[in-house]
């Protein structure tokens, strides 16, 4: 279990209620862009997608994990780039 009923809930709440909610991946999509050109790859993975921000900001598909989105909510596959933002102070002890 990735993570708890309760704080899936709760998360699934945070999405839908408030709109801002998950969207700072779009920041980091510069350097994301720069890192899988350097490191000659685009099978990146963003763990805690939350809306997307990021997919949609890069100029190419990557994988999605959010347990709290149900379209992404899948286990998380492997990927050569993980992307890992504003999500550490979410993961439950």
């Known amino acids: ?8 809930e709760l998360n ?4 839908k209620e408030n709109k801002e909610y998950g969207t700072s991946g779009k920041r980091y999509a510069s350097y ?3 890192l ?7 099978d990146v993975l963003d763990y805690g997608c939350g809306k997307s921000t990021l997919a949609l900001n890069l100029p190419f598909q990557i ?3 959010d347990p709290a989105i149900e379209k992404y ?10 992307v ?3 999500v ?5 002890p």
């Not at 899988?36 to 685009?42: P, Y």
């Not at 909510?73 to 990927?79: G, H, I, L, R, V």
Request: hydrophobic residues 35%; proline residues 5%.
């Open 88 to 92: 550490m102070e979410h993961i439950e």
């Open 36 to 42: 899988s050109k350097k490191l000659d790859s685009k």
């Open 12 to 15: 699934e709440k945070l999405h």
């Open 32 to 34: 994301i862009f720069d």
């Open 73 to 82: 909510a899948n286990e998380p596959e492997a990927a050569d780039i993980v």
């Open 63 to 65: 994988k999605q994990y």
């Open 1 to 8: 279990m990735l993570i708890s009923p309760k704080y899936k």
């Open 84 to 86: 890992c933002t504003d």
